[in-house]
T-cell receptor
């Protein structure tokens, strides 16, 4: 079991570029989510999904887009990268109801 | 809205000793879950312990235990017999329980960096 996988592990972007952070899970979890981690602020929810075809905004959704076409995959798209999006991004999944969330290894993104 | 506060940005402890990390939260919910996550230098988020608010008994997992004070909205983590591998950032987190508008959202505190010294 691979659990939750994320690619890439590291990425550097220039301001204005777009990219997609990939997240996949092989546990057949209905729930998937994206968090960003910034120093002194813990993790904050960006977007989440309760199943294929269903997504919703979290606490800090601006500048990010998501879709969920399959149970396994939940990509996060940065439409036009900004330095404020420099952060570490975590994908997580869990069965419903949400007793425990399983986190991926994270992606460190730097926007210059 | 729920908030989680960890007032100790950094702590240190000698190997084999006991350390307690503090966490307070604010909510109007009566049923919810509380968690402690560990983030070692590898960056991986690891669940340490979980407490369900309706359970009065404090959760324990081997060397890790919590002191859950529901009325005071306090949820501290005690690590006994500290080991070098316990060096990490620790996050306290809150989640509403199912049936109370739970969207699976975890609300995290700011984190406490724990250094275990040999």
């Amino acid at each position: 079991n691979a659990g939750v996988t994320q690619t890439p592990k590291f990425q550097v972007l220039k301001t204005g570029q777009s990219m997609t952070l990939q997240c996949a899970q092989d546990m057949n979890h209905e729930y998937m989510s994206w968090y960003r981690q910034d120093p002194g602020m813990g993790l904050r929810l960006i977007h989440y999904s309760v199943g294929a075809g269903i997504t919703d905004q979290g606490e800090v959704p601006n500048g990010y887009n998501v879709s969920r076409s399959t149970t396994e995959d939940f990509p996060l798209r940065l439409l036009s990268a900004a330095p404020s999006q420099t952060s570490v991004y975590f994908c997580a999944s869990s069965p419903i109801p949400y007793y425990e969330q399983y986190f991926g290894p994270g992606t460190r993104l730097t926007v210059t | 809205a729920q908030t989680v506060t960890q007032s100790q940005p950094e702590m240190s402890v000698q190997e084999a000793e006991t350390v307690t990390l503090s966490c307070t939260y604010d909510t109007s919910e009566s049923n919810y879950y509380l968690f402690w996550y560990k983030q070692p230098p590898s960056r991986q988020m690891i669940l340490v312990i979980r407490q369900e608010a309706y359970k009065q008994q404090n959760a324990t997992e081997n060397r890790f235990s919590v002191n859950f004070q529901k009325a005071a909205k306090s949820f501290s983590l005690k690590i006994s017999d500290s080991q070098l591998g316990d060096t990490a950032m620790y996050f306290c987190a809150f989640m509403k329980s199912p049936g109370s508008g739970n969207t699976g959202k975890l609300i995290f505190g700011q984190g406490t960096t724990l250094q275990v010294k040999p």
